[in-house]
């Protein structure tokens, strides 16, 4: 095969090469493209392959049509629209497949750079990893080489000329790139990513369905890191708040939609005291408008482009979804007390159950109160009695609770008694509602674990948690974990326990090699992604005017940021027309002054070839009648200097190139 490589056609071989790169861009998406998008792109590039190979003619336009209509229909049926994030970019990764089937001239070709280099920018849309980064520096690299080539002369260029060309190009672009980078002004929503509101990511929801999954497959992506100023929290104490859900329809948790009034309703009366806990996060992009913090916030994290506010429990917003790694800071207060100290109007709105749900729950709430310690009891010992049900029932924490029925608490407290923190917060406040304490559910992430190599806490989607909230008097809402009862090292109670999914077959053969060698090159790798993140990603508007005010701007604004930039630009070009006057001064002088004959020729009408030699030029003038012998002859000693040095220097160059500028080339 190798044999026959080297004695493909250069089309071919170009052909081919092209058809690699292309599939090197397509690679990184192959898992969040649909599955015909996919085979369609790999089959038309092997089909194009394959035709080169042999040296085949393309398909007509028939088929070309038929596979369009084919993909449309496909991208249609997949999301039910030809716009937004996920449709748009299946659409161009099928065009830019099918458009190899059609790659007759180099017109084509260049519509297939352009298609390229889009493609490479789309994988952005989905991951800024540093290992997406690397992957479409090496994509860019393969697609510049491709367009080298297609630009160099006939014959049988090798392939590495063309590929050190393009990382000479490349190298050259970085500085002006890097420059832009750091100095374009960032104005949101100009400058961020494309979001999607017709798809999701895996997390926390906006609501919660107790009972429809039948085992929980844990997601190990990272959700936000975490840098603490200080000592950080103990383990049992990292609430990272989210979504409150207050309304139970039977199945399903929602947010809370009170029918009271809006100036009677709940508000979160927040007090905090104690020692603060400050920290930075960085999280990731999710599509929703969660900002999490610890338990509690009382002030708002500041976010560039994004304005923030709290709800009335307690969780922090942003206006718009975060679809984008953004970073923030936060001071929160492990002690604090929030809520009504009374029974207060609203307060029924967490009483709530539906009708016709769960009717042994509501009959082990009546048992409850019948015990002659419960009947008169507070919230707190009735909240202590259910806990100690949990601890001492028989109760399993699992992530195979299998698929529930209809009366999910039900099935939690008498028959199953297995669940994962959904479902035992669920049935848990479910019980407290029918003991008539109001209660509530409160999921966000729970508990996390510090990298070694950069100290950043890591909270990954598998620390999901679900707890509740109970109204005490005198208390306001109280937090309580049920889970903890259940599985404390779930929650950090002794030996933290963390969730963690099944290793696959490479984790296996790493850890049978060396027992624990997985988790620590995870780490570190995980530690260098972040950096990247804290350098690269992070780099917002604020970073820009630090970097003025290092270099001088006492108050830096925007219009600062721009007159930098446009310096620079300006310098740039300017460094640039000076290289190309001193590369030109480095051109062979005989060629350019045989260059300065032809245009002059070109000008008075005759037809000059590019490729024009001197004899040629003078074989030229001589069939016209206006051509004066000074010109055929200075023609002649320009060759002669050429190509017979023993009667040519450099002076006699200079002495051609002055008689130019007065030389008769044609009689009046």
């Known amino acids: 095969m190798l044999q026959r490589l080297q004695t493909l056609p250069r089309e071919a071989r170009d052909t081919l090469f092209l058809l690699g790169v292309i599939a090197w861009v397509i690679l990184p998406q192959l898992d969040r493209l649909p599955w015909w998008c996919s085979a369609m792109a790999g089959g038309v590039l092997l089909w194009r392959g394959v035709l080169a190979w042999g040296s085949r003619p393309l398909p007509s336009r028939w088929w070309l049509l038929a596979l369009l209509a084919l993909a449309t229909a496909g991208t249609w049926f997949s999301y039910r629209t030809l716009l937004g994030?996920?449709?748009?970019?299946?659409f161009i990764v099928v065009l830019l497949a099918l458009k190899t089937l059609e790659m007759r001239a180099r017109r084509?070709?260049?519509v297939i750079f352009f298609l390229g280099f889009f493609t490479i920018l789309s994988n952005f849309f989905f991951s800024q990893s540093l290992l997406t980064a690397g992957a479409m520096v090496i994509a860019l690299l393969g697609l510049l080489t491709a367009l080298v080539n297609s630009h160099m002369p006939v014959g049988r260029p090798p392939l590495m000329q063309a590929a050190r060309m393009a990382g000479w190009?490349?190298?050259?672009?970085?500085?002006?790139?890097?420059?832009?980078f750091m100095l374009f002004p960032r104005i949101a929503p100009l400058w961020g990513l494309p979001g999607d509101a017709m798809s999701g990511r895996s997390g926390l929801s906006g609501q919660m369905q107790v009972g429809t999954i039948a085992s929980l497959a844990l997601d190990d992506s990272i959700a936000m890191r975490i840098k603490f100023d200080g000592p950080p929290p103990p383990q049992d104490q990292m609430y990272f708040r989210g979504p409150v859900f207050s309304t139970f329809d039977g199945r399903e948790w929602k947010p809370l939609r009170s029918a009271f009034p809006s100036r009677v309703q709940l508000q979160p009366e927040l007090a905090v005291r104690g020692n603060p806990v400050s920290y930075q996060v960085t999280l990731a992009a999710n599509n929703r408008p969660w900002l999490m913090v610890l338990d509690a916030t009382p002030q708002a994290p500041e976010i560039v482009g994004?304005?923030?506010s709290m709800g009335p429990d307690l969780q922090w917003q942003a206006d718009q979804p975060i679809a984008d790694l953004v970073r923030y800071r936060a001071t929160s207060y492990p002690d604090f007390r929030h809520g009504p100290n009374r029974l207060a109007v609203g307060l029924q709105d967490?009483?709530?159950?539906?009708?016709?749900?769960?009717?042994?729950t509501l009959q082990l709430a009546a048992e409850l109160r019948r015990q002659p310690e419960l009947a008169t009891a507070g919230a707190q010992t009735l909240v202590e009695a259910v806990m100690n049900k949990l601890r001492t029932g028989g109760y399993e924490y699992t992530l195979e609770p299998g698929v529930y029925g209809t009366h999910t608490s039900d099935e939690f407290w008498f028959d199953r008694k297995a669940g994962f923190c959904e479902h035992i917060a669920s049935s848990f406040v479910i019980l407290m509602r029918a003991l008539d304490i109001p209660a509530r559910v409160v999921t966000g992430y729970q508990g996390g674990q510090v990298n070694t190599v950069d100290g950043f806490w890591t909270v990954r989607q598998s620390d999901a948690h679900a707890w509740a909230e109970v109204w005490m008097a005198g208390r306001g809402w109280v937090r309580v974990d049920p889970t903890s009862a259940v599985s404390p090292g779930r929650v950090g109670i002794g030996t933290y326990t963390r969730l963690q999914p099944q290793p696959n077959v490479f984790t296996q053969a790493l850890n049978t090699v060396s027992p624990g060698f997985s988790v620590n090159l995870r780490a570190i790798w995980e530690a260098t992604n972040n950096r990247w993140n804290q350098w690269v990603l992070n780099y917002s508007q604020a970073k820009q005017m630090d970097l003025l005010r290092n270099i001088g701007f006492s108050a830096p604004d925007w219009q600062d940021l721009s007159t930098v930039l446009i310096v620079l630009i300006v310098t740039a070009s300017l460094a640039g027309a000076g290289w190309n006057w001193w590369e030109r001064q480095r051109q062979d002088p005989w060629l350019r002054l045989l260059q300065a004959a032809r245009q002059r020729l070109r000008a008075l009408g005759l037809p000059v070839p590019d490729d024009g030699t001197p004899r040629a030029l003078a074989n030229l003038l001589q069939g016209d009648a206006r051509a004066t012998p000074e010109a055929i002859a200075w023609l002649m000693r320009l060759?002669?200097?050429r190509y017979a040095k023993q009667n040519g220097n450099a002076a006699d160059l200079r002495n051609l190139r002055g008689e130019l500028n007065t030389l008769r080339w044609l009689q009046a």
Do not use: C, K
């Open 85 to 90: 994030r996920d449709a748009g970019v299946t």
């Open 108 to 110: 084509d070709a260049f």
């Open 169 to 180: 190009m490349a190298l050259a672009g970085a500085p002006i790139m890097a420059a832009l």
């Open 306 to 308: 994004y304005s923030v």
């Open 350 to 360: 967490f009483l709530d159950l539906p009708p016709g749900f769960n009717p042994r």
């Open 639 to 641: 060759e002669a200097w």
